[in-house]
């Protein structure tokens, strides 16, 4: 499993500045933007559902009683 540690030694940015160009932050500069995003589909990276959950508060699950 790829992680944004994984696309920051790739790319030589910070794990924050990885995280804010696939978040879709304005305030990455475009050329940057670019090569995080080519990086991490490079290396495959997909976003964990889990992690996003915790940090949004909804997990994307609907059950049935």
Do not use: C, F, W
């Not at 940015?13 to 990086?39: F, M, N, W, Y």
């Not at 589909?41 to 609907?62: C, E, F, Q």
């Amino acid at each position: 499993m790829v992680t944004l540690k994984d696309i920051s030694r790739e790319t030589g940015k910070s794990v924050t500045q990885v995280s804010r160009a696939l978040g879709g932050h304005e305030d990455v500069k475009p050329a940057t933007r670019v090569l995080i995003k080519e990086a991490a589909t490079r290396l495959g990276y997909r976003p964990n559902t889990v992690a996003r959950g915790l940090k949004t508060g909804r997990s994307g699950i609907v059950a049935m009683i």
